[in-house]
């Protein structure tokens, strides 16, 4: 058996690990500000490239406004359903697309009935009818909600529903919606 000096009583051989505990401790706390810093000074917003189709999802396509940019935090395409998410300056320009079994005035009522679920917002005015450049019919109306206002309309196709809102401050809505218009009649369904 071996006898402990002091010498092995005092060597700390630990000192290693705590070396690279300390160094972990610094790589962290670097990533934990970091990354956060990292992803505020990446923009959200894409350029969209001017008349070309965008795919939003499950065979829907749309030709965005001119000047529009994608709000990638707001944007999910996918096979059987979808989400774009424009922008066209504080304007947003929402178009989704999921499956659904029933008919046009259901799908219509389902939506006026997820924005007046909203808080503060409700349907102003009547319905219309609307038609896409594609042959999709729909309805569409209008909402307010405070000082802000919104337009949405709402197509039934190929066993989706394709729901588009709009939402802006009125000025800034009135400046766009002409835009948005054209851009909503080219919905349309090209299949998977």
């Not at 402990?4 to 505990?21: E, F, K, N």
């Not at 970091?34 to 917003?45: E, F, I, K, M, N």
């Not at 405070?146 to 039934?156: E, S």
């Amino acid at each position: 058996m071996g006898t402990v000096t002091r010498r092995h009583l005092t060597d700390l051989p630990s000192t290693p690990g705590l070396l690279s505990a300390l160094l972990l401790a610094v790589f962290l706390a670097a990533l934990s500000f970091g990354l956060p810093a990292l992803d505020r000074a990446v923009s959200a917003q894409r350029a969209v490239r001017a008349g070309e189709p965008y795919r939003v999802g499950a065979g829907v396509v749309v030709v965005p406004p001119a000047g529009a940019t994608l709000d990638v935090t707001g944007t999910r395409p996918g096979e059987d359903r979808g989400t774009a998410l424009f922008r066209l300056g504080p304007v947003r320009y929402a178009i989704t697309v999921q499956p659904f079994s029933g008919d046009l005035t259901q799908a219509a009522v389902r939506l006026r009935q997820r924005i007046t679920g909203t808080s503060g917002y409700q349907v102003t005015g009547t319905q219309l009818a609307v038609s896409t450049a594609g042959g999709l019919a729909g309805l569409q109306g209008g909402y307010t909600a405070g000082d802000r206002g919104g337009r949405y309309a709402v197509f039934v196709a190929h066993g989706l529903t394709i729901e588009v809102t709009v939402s802006g401050a009125d000025l800034d809505l009135g400046r766009t919606l002409p835009a948005i218009d054209t851009s909503t009649k080219t919905l349309r369904y090209e299949g998977s």
